[in-house]
């Protein structure tokens, strides 16, 4: 464990704080430790079923311009203050694709940036789709598309898909739907 000497805050943005911490390390020594505290986020792995029961994934097409490249990833964004996951979860989905579900299931928990921020990601799957339209926030920018559950693991195979989210979200996806890992499926009414 570190103990917390000092801590100064270095940064605070609309959407980022950072803080310039002075540790104790178990030893007896000093360290420092760089940090951004971050809201917490959702992400949906949201499912499709065509009429012969073969599973398609909605996933999302967005330039992200730290890495300078469009990025293939599932639906996600951070938490508002005050708001539960599972709201996050809905309104992430349904502002970013259109689509609402009527159930819903929590997979788990992420810490994407474990080195360097806060940031935590709740994972939670949703079927029982029903399209809509978007309503995507000012200035965001994306294009919504369906996949195979096989192409997406072949576009992680081929490097095409390096999100840390969507990679967690595809190993999730593929334990899923070959039995390994159970999910716990409600109703969107049971979960509000």
């Avoid at 704080?17 to 760089?34: I, W």
């Avoid at 940090?35 to 065509?50: E, F, N, S």
Wanted: include cysteine; hydrophobic fraction near 45%; charged fraction near 20%.
């Amino acid at each position: 464990m570190e103990t917390q000497k000092s801590s100064e805050e270095v940064f605070k943005g609309n959407f980022l704080h950072a803080f310039r911490d002075r540790v104790v390390l178990p030893d007896g020594s000093e360290a420092t430790r760089e940090y951004v505290v971050h809201p917490g986020a959702v992400m949906v792995i949201p499912l499709l079923q065509d009429a012969q029961g073969a599973w398609r994934v909605v996933l999302e097409r967005q330039y992200r311009y730290p890495v300078g490249q469009v990025m293939i990833e599932f639906p996600a964004g951070k938490l508002d203050a005050g708001e539960s996951v599972f709201s996050c979860a809905q309104r992430e989905l349904q502002e970013e694709t259109g689509f609402s579900a009527t159930e819903w299931a929590r997979a788990g928990l992420m810490h994407p940036v474990i080195a360097y921020s806060t940031e935590f990601i709740d994972i939670w799957f949703a079927r029982g789709l029903t399209a809509g339209a978007q309503q995507l926030d000012a200035g965001e920018f994306l294009d919504v598309f369906t996949a195979t559950p096989e192409e997406l693991l072949q576009w992680c195979l081929q490097g095409k898909v390096t999100d840390a989210k969507t990679l967690a979200g595809a190993l999730w996806l593929q334990n899923t739907l070959a039995g390994n890992w159970d999910l716990q499926w409600q109703s969107a009414q049971s979960l509000a």
